[in-house]
């Protein structure tokens, strides 16, 4: 059975950190592209990062390119944001989305399987 939960959600303050991890289990991460989904208040489902893990490559959104780094652990079956800079716009409750194959993308639409989430708030 197929399961990605998050973690490492929490309030920070405008310029602060924080490291999201997803931990997958019911599959192998070579096997499949995992991606960052967040969604504020209001708003559509949006991209936000993605990984090819047999491939060994990465995808952001413009928004957090720069700012943002996604990593994996094999080893721990673990996907990591690590999300510096952060600002009030990056507000949002961020869900960890594994789809089968080894092309990234970040379209949400085409991840079949999805973590409960973990909500981020950066607020002064």
């Known amino acids: 059975q197929v399961q990605l939960v998050e973690s490492g959600g929490g309030l920070v303050q405008p310029g602060g950190s924080l490291r999201l991890s997803c931990v997958v289990s019911g599959f192998t991460l070579d096997d499949y592209v995992i991606g960052w989904i967040r969604q504020a208040p209001g708003k559509e489902r949006e991209g936000v990062s993605s990984?090819?893990?047999?491939?060994?490559?990465?995808n952001y959104a413009d928004s957090v390119k720069g700012r943002f780094t996604i990593f994996r652990d094999n080893a721990k079956n673990m996907v990591y944001l690590q999300m510096n800079s952060l600002k009030p716009e990056d507000t949002a409750i961020y869900y960890c989305?594994?789809?089968?194959?080894?092309?990234?993308?970040?379209?949400?639409?085409?991840?079949?399987?999805w973590g409960q989430g973990t909500q981020v708030t950066v607020s002064s």
């Open positions: 989305a594994a789809k089968q194959g080894r092309i990234a993308h970040m379209i949400p639409a085409l991840f079949e399987y």
């Open positions: 990984i090819s893990s047999s491939l060994g490559i990465t």
